[in-house]
């Protein structure tokens, strides 16, 4: 849909929203604007009521606020609480590369700059989500919940954090409830790509004892969802369409280097033969402006997941008196997921020039269009190709995410008093494990196609039956060792590998928080001053499978286990054949301890090749998709679980669980634990508002006004293994590259304390013209957002090197020797340096710091009405932290240069629109007036001031994750007995990324362009032939989502609800005025599509 026809036709919603305001609106008496604390509500029932609670939270709120309440107890709009939340001006429902829904942007800011609370608690991380508030929601339940507000204001009381905006979730408590309530609901679900019916089921139990002083509520969830998305990759990982040679021998360039001036300036490709090969050689520089563009790496994939959440809630709330009341809750999330990752490719395209300028390629019968793009080749097995491999690898993946939330309060109420005491602590852990297995068939060809319809490409294998076992049997001999084993057979040139890797993650928060009260009755403007403390205690805590070098000589191996899968054929001439397990590496220097190789019988690998290959399970590959073209429809995958359980009839597969992730037998044989990367973060805060209202000129004017302070101790413990580097004169002799010997003194995990303050003032005002209908808002704060906690530490361990004076004399006399064995690093100056590898954190981060500001105007002609017009920015003062090079970064009273991290420089500036209305059309005939409707529109901005620049073109690249619009359309129906409705969101395209880190895009490091006298982020890791780099956006995505219940009685209700009703896509892509691949085909990196979603059930009252 065009913008112009979007604005169309939200300009005839508004006018129809307002014509249906002006009908209902009553020239009732205005009444006075109640206290924030003493907003009364009943138990919703019914859309109507659920929007009109919805309207009075958003005309009541301190701050710009928007709001959603559940229809019912235990019947919110949508299963998930981020879809739900997305239904908000200003707010966009996210998709994770990986295809994970649940995260959302606010006003263009990313995840990590919103904040959510539960009942006032943190909501944490449960896995490696930079151990700061999650916005991926997928482990609550949206059963228990009762209300969201999304603020988008800041009031002094508010924790700071939520630069895009906060989301407060309210859920329900024992008090809330005037008679007992019982009930129960159970459904089935559907994914059409997956095509199994799983259950979900909610039970709710509620009942006050005690003459009403004590309620008791007990809220649980159990939910078995089977999902299935399909992904088509035309990128390795963020790398793009890359140069591989000159196919088409066009006179144009395929581009125009910007990282060599002298090879840019060269208008033919003849005339690149008189550039340097020396330094960052000009001439291959030159030759690669002609290459053609291929897609780095095609490949295919189905993930199914079985995702088993549980979540309780159980609360008990009691009156001691009527001035004094107190809770007491626990809410835990348990979240399991079994995860299949089918994945299918052969083999990458390659292709380069030579300083002769010859073309070196593996493809063959390539088809170039006019616009340098290729768009069909052959894979010819001993024509270019070695060998020529069809893949076919399964991950299972298991993973265990753990939320508990616990909170006690009092509630003090009394004359002009009001106090209000927390005590909360929430802890979330996740642990994954992965197992990957591949197996291989060798093919004698392949070709690879675009199709024009979407971008994303396919393959063929012709004259091979890929679903008999037979073709992955392996016939090539054992060449793995110096010596071949005979008798001992893998795969071509591959063994057949079953890869096992571990982590963890864990985080945990206290808060002890006294927020204090007091009303004013006669006392000028002022109508009430609040105070309060708290203090938060935080820690985050990671674990990865990499190995230890506890001390010198002792070793502590990698948590990861490696099994590798041969058989040995008895009849071969010669064979010895030794079956069963065996340790690989039995080096007391090596991490490397878990490696197994497994010899089975040829009987044993046949039964294992035929007890496991299966046709992929599900739909066909994208079936629904619109424009779904000439994809292949499935292919041979395998089972994992008939193959794990298989191979342990034969090899020991011991290692496969998370023993070795905690603690490990080391070289010395002794058992250590594993040391973990942890950082602990205290918040010590204090802050003061007041309350005012008064009358100017006849309106009504209201306010706070407030300020808050924070102290921020930081307590991180960065892990750093040291190392003296001596020269090593027999290296020298040797003539070889890396002329020093390694020797590791000690590994230390250093602590490190920081502290930083920060003063957050805030202001809000509101000014009523017509009272208790208009009224226009204005607020303004200072916020900070913290930087990711892995960012504090980091996620692995240093190694630093301390070079001794004889290296560095000889480095100095010896310019030409500069491979220091870093393979981050290609600098000359650097490696002959004190340095160290890795990047290291860096715990005087103070992280994001932004002044928003909002200005709205609101109209709430009746309780069923809502129309507001705002406005927005957030002017950025410092932004996310950046990857950085210190030259001397002091660890151990050594000055090293190290690689770690620094807070982003200002001057980005973000402003925007946003419109609503929604209403219920009652003033309509027939059953009409049971209807009711809303939209909302939004639009962000920026200056583009400290935002990347695409290398290529050299235009500029808007702030991540920021789209230019979103909007969303409801229509409702509700007269008791019948409930429906239908939902439709659209969201534009926006910046992802843009990363150089794959070696395959060649574009300079920060070292060589430096030298250069360039400056063009991202940087990447080459010193020559250079390539390109291309920016990262993802599509705008549009859902249709309806729900329709019906009760039969009182007791009894059935429902039906669809997702995903317009079988989007989610897609990452390069627009055309960065790259035009031609023909209107789209320049795809990859696209995922996790097909429609149906559910069917029951709801039953007592």
């Known amino acids: 849909m065009k913008l112009r026809n979007t604005a169309l036709m939200f300009s005839a919603s508004l006018?129809?929203?307002?014509?249906?305001?002006?009908?209902?609106?009553?020239?009732?008496?205005?009444?006075?604007?109640?206290?924030?604390?003493?907003?009364?509500?009943?138990?919703?029932?019914?859309?109507?009521?659920?929007?009109?609670?919805?309207?009075?939270?958003?005309?009541?709120?301190?701050?710009?606020?928007?709001?959603?309440?559940?229809?019912?107890?235990?019947?919110?709009?949508?299963?998930n609480v981020g879809e739900a939340i997305a239904r908000i001006a200003g707010v966009a429902l996210n998709i994770t590369d990986s295809g994970d829904q649940g995260g959302f942007t606010i006003r263009g800011q990313g995840d990590d700059l919103v904040r959510i609370e539960v009942d006032g608690m943190s909501m944490l991380p449960t896995d490696s989500q930079n151990g700061r508030s999650v916005t991926a929601l997928n482990d609550m339940s949206s059963d228990l919940i009762k209300s969201v507000d999304v603020i988008k204001g800041q009031t002094a009381d508010m924790r700071p954090g939520g630069v895009g905006g906060t989301v407060k979730i309210e859920q329900r408590g024992g008090l809330d409830f005037a008679k007992p309530l019982y009930k129960f609901n159970l459904q089935y679900q559907r994914?059409?790509?997956?095509?199994?019916?799983?259950?979900?089921?909610?039970?709710?139990?509620?009942?006050?004892?005690?003459?009403?002083?004590?309620?008791?509520?007990?809220?649980?969830?159990?939910?078995?969802?089977?999902?299935?998305?399909?992904?088509?990759?035309?990128?390795?990982?963020?790398?793009?369409?890359?140069?591989?040679?000159?196919?088409?021998?066009?006179?144009?360039?395929?581009?125009?280097?910007?990282?060599?001036?002298?090879?840019?300036?060269v208008t033919t490709k003849a005339g690149c033969a008189a550039l340097p090969t020396t330094g960052i050689n000009s001439r291959l520089n030159c030759y690669a402006q002609w290459e053609d563009y291929a897609p780095s790496l095609p490949r295919m994939r189905r993930e199914n997941r079985r995702d088993t959440r549980t979540s309780f809630q159980l609360r008990a709330d009691y009156r001691f008196s009527d001035s004094l009341t107190g809770f007491i809750s626990y809410n835990p999330n348990i979240r399991k997921q079994d995860f299949q990752a089918y994945n299918l490719q052969i083999i990458a395209p390659s292709g380069s020039t030579s300083t002769a300028g010859v073309l070196s390629t593996n493809m063959r019968n390539v088809v170039v269009n006019a616009n340098h793009y290729i768009t069909q080749y052959d894979?010819?097995?001993?024509?270019?190709?070695?060998?020529?491999?069809?893949?076919?690898?399964?991950?299972?993946?298991?993973?265990?995410?753990?939320?508990?939330?616990?909170?006690?309060?009092?509630?003090?109420?009394?004359?002009?008093?009001?106090?209000?005491?927390?005590?909360?602590?929430?802890?979330?852990?996740?642990?994954?494990?992965?197992?990957?297995?591949?197996?291989?068939?060798?093919?004698?060809?392949?070709?690879?196609?675009?199709?024009?319809?979407?971008?994303?490409?396919?393959?063929?294998?012709?004259?091979?039956?890929?679903?008999?076992?037979?073709?992955?049997?392996?016939?090539?001999?054992?060449?793995?060792?110096?010596?071949?084993?005979?008798?001992?057979?893998?795969?071509?040139?591959?063994?057949?590998?079953?890869?096992?890797?571990?982590?963890?993650?864990?985080?945990?928060?206290?808060?002890?928080?006294?927020?204090?009260?007091?009303?004013?009755?006669?006392?000028?403007?002022?109508?009430?001053?609040?105070?309060?403390?708290?203090?938060?205690?935080?820690?985050?805590?990671?674990?990865?499978?990499?190995?230890?070098?506890?001390?010198?000589?002792?070793?502590?191996?990698?948590?990861?286990?490696?099994?590798?899968?041969?058989?040995?054929?008895?009849?071969?001439?010669?064979?010895?054949?030794?079956?069963?397990?065996?340790?690989?590496?039995?080096?007391?220097?090596?991490?490397?301890?878990?490696?197994?190789?497994?010899?089975?019988?040829?009987?044993?690998?046949?039964?294992?090749?035929?007890?496991?290959?299966?046709?992929?399970?599900?739909?066909?590959?994208?079936?629904?998709?619109?424009?779904?073209?000439?994809?292949?429809?499935?292919?041979?995958?395998?089972d994992f679980d008939s193959f794990f359980s298989t191979l342990g009839q034969y090899a020991d597969l011991s290692h496969h669980n998370l023993n070795c992730l905690y603690e490990c037998i080391a070289s010395d044989g002794k058992t250590y634990t594993r040391p973990s990367y942890s950082t602990e973060e205290g918040t010590t805060s204090a802050y003061l508002m007041g309350d005012f209202e008064a009358r100017l000129f006849g309106m009504q004017v209201t306010g706070n006004l407030g300020f808050r302070y924070q102290k921020i101790d930081v307590h991180a413990a960065p892990s750093v293994n040291f190392y003296n580097r001596t020269l090593d004169t027999t290296k020298v002799s040797a003539l070889n590259p890396a002329p020093y010997t390694d020797v590791f003194v000690s590994r230390r995990v250093t602590q490190v304390d920081r502290q930083s303050e920060d003063f957050l003032p805030s202001f809000n005002l509101a000014i009523w013209p017509i009272e208790d209908q208009v009224v226009l808002r204005y607020s303004i704060a200072k916020q900070r957002a913290r930087p990711s906690m892995t960012q504090l530490t980091g996620t692995s361990a240093a190694n630093c090197y301390k070079l001794d004076q004889a290296l560095l004399n000889f480095y100095a006399n010896n310019p030409g020797y500069f491979d220091d064995g870093d393979p981050d690093t290609e600098d000359p100056t650097a490696s002959t340096a004190t340095r160290c590898s890795g990047r290291i954190g860096n715990p005087e981060l103070k992280g994001y710091e932004a002044t928003t500001s909002n200005l709205s105007l609101e109209w709430y002609p009746n309780k069923d009405t809502q129309v507001s017009l705002a406005s927005y920015s957030i002017d950025v003062k410092t932004q996310r932290p950046e990857n950085v090079t210190l030259p001397e970064y002091e660890l151990e009273g050594t000055k090293y240069i190290a690689d770690t991290f620094e807070d982003g420089p200002g001057g980005l500036k973000q402003t925007g629109f946003e419109v609503s209305a929604r209403t219920a059309f009652t003033f309509l005939p027939w059953y009409f007036k049971y209807t009711g409707g809303g939209f909302n529109y939004s639009k962000t901005e920026s200056n583009a001031a400290n935002t990347a620049v695409d290398p290529i073109t050299g235009k500029a690249l808007p702030p991540r994750f920021q789209s230019d619009f979103y909007y969303n359309v409801n229509l409702w129906y509700d007269d008791g007995r019948l409930n429906a409705r239908v939902a439709y969101q659209k969201r534009d395209f926006y910046y992802d990324r843009m990363d150089a880190s794959e070696g395959t895009n060649r574009v300079p490091n920060e070292a060589t362009q430096q030298a250069l006298g360039i400056n063009l982020e991202p940087y990447g890791g080459a010193t020559s032939y250079f390539k390109t780099v291309t920016p990262i956006y993802k599509n705008g995505s549009k859902s249709l989502d309806a729900r329709m219940s019906y009760k039969i009685n009182k007791k009894l209700e059935l429902f039906a609800e669809g997702k995903n009703l317009l079988d989007d896509t989610v897609t990452r892509y390069a627009p055309e005025e960065y790259r035009n691949v031609g023909g209107g085909t789209p320049y795809v990196f990859d696209t995922l599509y996790y097909g429609r979603r149906y559910y069917f059930g029951i709801i039953t009252t007592f």
């Not at 993946?397 to 909170?407: A, G, K």
């Open 379 to 638: 894979l010819i097995r001993g024509n270019g190709v070695t060998t020529l491999n069809y893949d076919s690898q399964i991950r299972d993946i298991q993973r265990t995410n753990e939320q508990h939330y616990t909170q006690i309060g009092l509630d003090y109420k009394k004359d002009q008093w009001i106090a209000k005491g927390r005590i909360q602590y929430g802890s979330a852990k996740g642990e994954r494990e992965d197992d990957a297995f591949k197996i291989i068939a060798s093919i004698p060809s392949a070709r690879f196609y675009m199709i024009p319809e979407n971008g994303l490409w396919t393959f063929d294998v012709p004259n091979v039956d890929l679903t008999s076992p037979a073709v992955f049997y392996p016939t090539s001999p054992d060449n793995a060792g110096a010596t071949p084993r005979p008798g001992v057979f893998q795969n071509p040139t591959t063994t057949a590998r079953l890869e096992y890797t571990p982590q963890a993650d864990k985080n945990n928060e206290l808060n002890v928080q006294l927020d204090v009260t007091r009303f004013f009755d006669h006392f000028g403007p002022l109508k009430t001053v609040k105070f309060g403390l708290s203090h938060t205690a935080r820690e985050n805590k990671t674990w990865r499978e990499g190995g230890f070098n506890i001390a010198p000589g002792v070793t502590l191996s990698r948590a990861r286990s490696l099994d590798y899968i041969r058989l040995c054929d008895p009849s071969v001439s010669g064979a010895n054949c030794q079956y069963g397990s065996r340790t690989l590496v039995t080096s007391p220097t090596s991490q490397d301890r878990l490696e197994k190789e497994h010899m089975l019988t040829p009987a044993q690998y046949r039964e294992l090749l035929q007890n496991s290959i299966i046709k992929m399970p599900g739909a066909n590959y994208f079936e629904g998709m619109p424009d779904r073209g000439a994809l292949i429809n499935s292919w041979t995958a395998f």
């Open 191 to 265: 994914n059409t790509l997956d095509g199994n019916w799983s259950p979900r089921a909610n039970l709710i139990l509620t009942r006050k004892f005690l003459d009403n002083r004590l309620g008791i509520l007990f809220n649980f969830t159990y939910d078995d969802a089977r999902t299935s998305t399909d992904f088509n990759s035309v990128s390795d990982k963020q790398v793009g369409y890359q140069p591989f040679g000159d196919h088409d021998n066009s006179p144009e360039k395929t581009f125009t280097t910007p990282y060599d001036k002298v090879a840019a300036a």
């Open 15 to 79: 006018v129809a929203l307002c014509s249906a305001s002006a009908a209902l609106a009553q020239n009732a008496p205005a009444q006075p604007a109640a206290k924030a604390d003493d907003v009364q509500e009943v138990i919703v029932v019914g859309a109507r009521r659920a929007e009109q609670s919805a309207i009075n939270r958003k005309k009541k709120a301190a701050t710009a606020q928007d709001s959603i309440v559940a229809d019912d107890v235990g019947n919110f709009p949508d299963k």
